[in-house]
């Protein structure tokens, strides 16, 4: 059986507040290229997504559009806070950008 419950000591990068399960993707804008990046939840200053073709380091930063249900994408800069097995990374959005209320469709 495959979780997503974190088991270990706390980490001060770890988000504190309440996360959302979710289920849609975003757009990694990197090198002049479109990537889609599916994200599987989300709290007000981060997000889980999957990413498992790239080799991600910590403290990289990844620029994502993400769609707003009835809105435009919103760009978000986030930093990459924890790798985990299976491709999944942590990011963790800068500039005070806040991330609750994002989700649904993404024009290609």
Do not use: C
């Amino acid at each position: 059986m495959t979780t997503n419950r974190f088991w270990g000591p706390a980490n001060p990068d770890r988000r504190s507040v309440g996360r959302r399960t979710v289920d849609f993707y975003a757009i990694e804008l990197s090198h002049g290229g479109r990537y889609l990046r599916r994200i599987s939840n989300i709290s007000n200053n981060g997000l889980l997504l999957e990413d498992r073709l790239n080799a991600q380091r910590l403290g990289g930063i990844m620029e994502l559009e993400v769609p707003r249900p009835g809105g435009t994408p919103v760009r978000v800069k986030a930093e990459i806070v924890r790798i985990a097995r299976g491709g999944q990374l942590g990011l963790r959005a800068l500039d005070g950008q806040g991330l609750s209320g994002m989700g649904g469709t993404v024009d290609l």
